[in-house]
């Protein structure tokens, strides 16, 4: 973790940390970090609460991410890559319909937010750190936009994003990729500017976990199913 966050102090995405989270909120970081200490990042899900996921993810302020990586690569998704774009469930189309593309079908981000508008949560697409910080974790600092949540992403991220979550009080869990994936950081930096070459795949098991989180929310309300876009996040509607 400690080197991970010198060699970004050399990147805009460290700079930005500095200035909008740690300057403006110190006491938050400094309790983050406390709380940070005695996590232990092996367990799978790692989390960054002690509650049942049925007590924290609830509706709107409750987020899905997956990082964009796990885009198809052959065919490759129609939507492109390295953004946080998914013609599929922005068009709304219904579960098992004619008009899916053929590399929808097995696409791991098409089901997992298919569950995550069912269950009426929110949806994001995770692209680079620089987007994360302002999509997801300054939203969350400043105004509790986005209070708890389940992300799928490299291991190699866990810290540092965990910290993110920490600082704005997002409570949740983080599940790794089984393949694909950044292990080291020169690998990170590439893939956090795009140049991402890999499909990255989750293992079976993790990919059962999130479907039973979400599966096994409480309706606490109706959902259509479908989604609204609001600058990168995909909100339930």
Same mark, same amino acid.
């Given at each position: 973790?400690?080197?991970?966050?010198?060699?970004?102090? $050399?990147r805009e995405y460290g700079w930005s940390f500095i200035?909008?989270?740690?300057?403006?909120?110190?006491?938050?970081?400094?309790?983050?970090?406390?709380?940070?200490?005695?996590?232990?990042?092996?367990?799978?899900?790692?989390?960054?609460?002690?509650?049942?996921?049925?007590?924290?993810?609830?509706?709107?302020?409750?987020?899905?991410?997956?990082?964009f990586c796990l885009k198809p690569i052959n065919p490759?998704?129609?939507?492109?890559? =390295?953004?946080?774009?998914?013609?599929?469930?922005?068009?709304?189309?219904?579960?098992?319909?004619?008009?899916?593309?053929?590399?929808?079908?097995?696409?791991?981000?098409?089901?997992?937010?298919?569950?995550?508008?069912?269950?009426?949560?929110? $949806?994001?697409?995770?692209?680079?750190?620089?987007?994360?910080?302002?999509?997801?974790?300054?939203?969350?600092?400043?105004?509790?936009?986005?209070?708890?949540?389940? $992300?799928?992403?490299?291991?190699?991220?866990?810290?540092? $994003?965990?910290?993110?979550?920490l600082v704005s009080g997002i409570r949740g869990w983080?599940?790794? =990729?089984?393949?694909?994936?950044?292990?080291?950081?020169?690998?990170?930096?590439?893939?956090?500017?795009?140049?991402?070459?890999?499909?990255?795949?989750?293992?079976?098991?993790?990919?059962?976990?999130?479907?039973?989180?979400?599966?096994?929310?409480?309706?606490?309300?109706?959902?259509?199913?479908?989604?609204?876009?609001?600058?990168?996040?995909?909100?339930?509607?």
């Amino acid at each position: 973790m400690l080197a991970f966050c010198l060699q970004s102090l $050399f990147r805009e995405y460290g700079w930005s940390f500095i200035r909008y989270v740690i300057l403006p909120h110190p006491v938050k970081t400094i309790r983050a970090l406390v709380q940070y200490t005695p996590m232990d990042f092996t367990e799978i899900p790692t989390a960054t609460t002690n509650e049942k996921t049925e007590s924290v993810l609830n509706g709107l302020q409750s987020v899905v991410g997956v990082g964009f990586c796990l885009k198809p690569i052959n065919p490759p998704c129609p939507s492109g890559r =390295f953004n946080h774009d998914c013609q599929y469930l922005e068009r709304s189309f219904p579960a098992g319909s004619d008009k899916m593309p053929n590399c929808c079908r097995h696409c791991a981000i098409r089901e997992i937010g298919e569950k995550t508008f069912n269950a009426g949560l929110s $949806f994001y697409i995770m692209t680079s750190a620089k987007d994360i910080l302002h999509d997801l974790f300054l939203p969350g600092l400043r105004d509790s936009r986005f209070t708890s949540g389940v $992300f799928v992403l490299c291991r190699y991220s866990f810290e540092p $994003f965990a910290t993110g979550m920490l600082v704005s009080g997002i409570r949740g869990w983080l599940l790794p =990729f089984e393949q694909g994936d950044c292990r080291d950081y020169k690998t990170w930096v590439r893939a956090d500017r795009g140049d991402k070459n890999d499909q990255t795949v989750i293992a079976e098991q993790n990919r059962k976990t999130v479907v039973r989180i979400l599966e096994g929310l409480p309706k606490k309300h109706v959902s259509s199913g479908k989604c609204r876009r609001e600058g990168n996040i995909l909100y339930s509607q």
